[in-house]
């Protein structure tokens, strides 16, 4: 374990910050994304960056890294002619860069206890054509159970200190996701994907967050992948159904467009938004795609006090 002190008890004496986006980390190394694999081709090529990655978000304040695994998927790695075998350690390697990450932080004096979430993405995230945005694929909830299980287990076998099911976009899909993480002796957080008070597979949230209230594996509930301005209203939802603590991490409030493939429109991220998510309810605080280093420096900066 990187810190002898288990995600769930900080979460209870206090808030814990989260890093930024992999990919925008990456790609501002110079490294090219534009690859249906995303980040996750990195793990089979260049790991070293991944963890260089991680490191510079633990180094400007974060507390959490979340793996590479997002798109780390068996199907999606036989679709490049990667066999299940080094599928599997693929998927154990991206836990141990990001604990490699924390030995190196901690070796070049960062003294705070130190966190690694293995990242498990939607089924639309393998498909790479924006459904992970969108939901509702025309897959039953048994069907999506088949597919996430074999990964969780892999994942959960590399002994992360949580499993973050993030940027769900649909509750048929974290049902699916919530019996997959039954019995793997790791704790887990949900967040979805949202668009105002819906999921962007248009259910409400009170009607989406609750399944987890009962959970005893998850330790966290909330959102990711959406704009800023989406966060308080969710974070209150999520506290109000499952009395849980609640896991924010948005955009920078920039919008993906799946068929260019790229981001458009301008920032609204505001490191000083945070304060109040957290007096709504939030307890692990970061940000998703487009939100870098200098940022949750800020974020820390902001949950501490410190100029």
Known sequence: MTSTIALAEALAAGTVVLDGG?????????????DELWSARLLAERPEAITEAHLGYFEAGADVAITSSYQA??????????????AAELLVLSVELAR????????????????VAASVGPYGAMLADGSEYRGRYGLSVAELERFHRPRLEVLAGARPDVLALETVPDADEAEALLRAVRGLGVPAWLSYSVAGDRTRAGQPLEEAFAPAAGADEVIAVGVN???PEDVEGAVEIAARVTGKPVVVYPNSGEAWNAEARAWEGRSSFA??????WRESGARLIGGCCRVGPE????????????P
């Open 225 to 227: 992948c959406c704009a």
């Open 271 to 276: 490191p000083e938004l945070v304060r109040g």
């Open 73 to 86: 998927t068996f199907e999606g790695f036989a679709g490049r002619g990667i066999g299940r075998e080094r």
């Open 295 to 306: 940022a949750i420096g800020s974020i820390a900066r902001a949950l501490t006090g410190t």
């Open 100 to 115: 490699e990450a924390a030995r190196r932080a901690q070796a070049k004096g960062v003294a705070r206890p130190l966190w």
């Open 22 to 34: 992999m990919s925008n980390q990456l790609e501002s190394a110079g490294h090219d994304l534009s």
